[in-house]
């Protein structure tokens, strides 16, 4: 945990500053992010440790970045930013203890949670209702990402693959599980956890490539 304190690094005060200049209270600002008044009268006052869900909830309703409310709540900023998302694949391990260090998440996180994903999504890919909620919803999913990094561009070749007809059922599963793990899945790494938030959907794609690879050797 950070120990810088000043005005702004102050979580409290710096919450009581944004909603003064937003004309906004806390009733209103509970009433906008569903967390209970009280409890954000105790985060308000330093009288209770604000948690990262709450952070990002009250960082949208206050136009704030939420790595501005993390810092100013004392999660170690500065260990993440040293990791920029270009060595994200180089070791788990690394991130798995970056996370927890810098109290990012209650539990651990390791490549088995993806997998479990992966495979709850398998059998969904092959449904109507699973097919509707990849075409409705994909590229809706991609303009919340708002961004053009290489699980993204893999992602849109998965999409466009997966629309064609000609595919065969082993691959319609690899492509409809990532797929919908991208847009259904609770992430195992929550999005605002910068600049890991898409960790383990990067994984999913990862994943997903090398089955694709290897179902097209096995083919060949």
């Given at each position: 945990?950070?120990?810088?304190r000043g005005e702004?690094?102050n979580?409290?005060?710096?919450?009581?500053k944004l909603l003064k200049?937003?004309?906004?209270?806390?009733?209103k600002l509970?009433?906008?992010t569903?967390?209970?008044?009280?409890?954000?009268?105790?985060?308000?006052?330093?009288?209770?440790?604000?948690?990262?869900?709450h952070l990002?909830l009250?960082?949208h309703?206050l136009s704030v970045?939420?790595?501005?409310?993390?810092q100013?709540a004392?999660?170690?900023i500065?260990?993440?930013?040293?990791?920029?998302?270009s060595?994200?694949f180089?070791?788990?391990?690394?991130?798995?203890?970056?996370?927890?260090?810098?109290?990012?998440l209650?539990?651990q996180?390791?490549?088995?949670?993806?997998y479990?994903?992966?495979a709850?999504y398998?059998?969904f890919?092959?449904?109507k209702e699973?097919?509707?909620k990849?075409f409705?919803?994909?590229?809706?999913?991609?303009?919340?990402?708002?961004g053009?990094?290489?699980?993204?561009i893999?992602?849109?070749?998965?999409y466009?693959?997966f629309?064609?007809?000609?595919?065969s059922?082993?691959k319609?599963?690899i492509?409809?599980?990532?797929?919908l793990?991208?847009?259904l899945s609770?992430d195992?790494?929550?999005?605002y956890?910068f600049p890991f938030g898409y960790?383990?959907?990067?994984?999913?794609?990862?994943?997903?490539?090398?089955?694709l690879?290897?179902?097209?050797?096995?083919?060949?």
């Amino acid at each position: 945990m950070s120990t810088k304190r000043g005005e702004d690094q102050n979580l409290g005060q710096l919450i009581k500053k944004l909603l003064k200049e937003r004309s906004l209270s806390m009733r209103k600002l509970s009433t906008l992010t569903g967390i209970d008044t009280a409890t954000i009268s105790r985060i308000a006052n330093n009288k209770q440790q604000a948690k990262p869900s709450h952070l990002k909830l009250i960082a949208h309703h206050l136009s704030v970045p939420v790595a501005r409310l993390l810092q100013a709540a004392g999660y170690n900023i500065d260990v993440i930013e040293q990791n920029t998302p270009s060595d994200i694949f180089n070791s788990i391990e690394t991130i798995q203890e970056i996370l927890v260090t810098s109290n990012l998440l209650d539990e651990q996180f390791n490549m088995d949670q993806i997998y479990q994903e992966l495979a709850k999504y398998e059998q969904f890919a092959h449904t109507k209702e699973g097919e509707q909620k990849i075409f409705e919803e994909f590229e809706t999913k991609v303009e919340q990402v708002r961004g053009m990094g290489p699980f993204i561009i893999e992602l849109k070749k998965m999409y466009k693959s997966f629309c064609e007809e000609n595919n065969s059922a082993e691959k319609r599963t690899i492509l409809g599980s990532v797929l919908l793990y991208f847009i259904l899945s609770t992430d195992i790494i929550p999005d605002y956890v910068f600049p890991f938030g898409y960790l383990d959907d990067c994984l999913a794609v990862q994943i997903g490539l090398e089955r694709l690879a290897k179902l097209d050797g096995n083919n060949n």
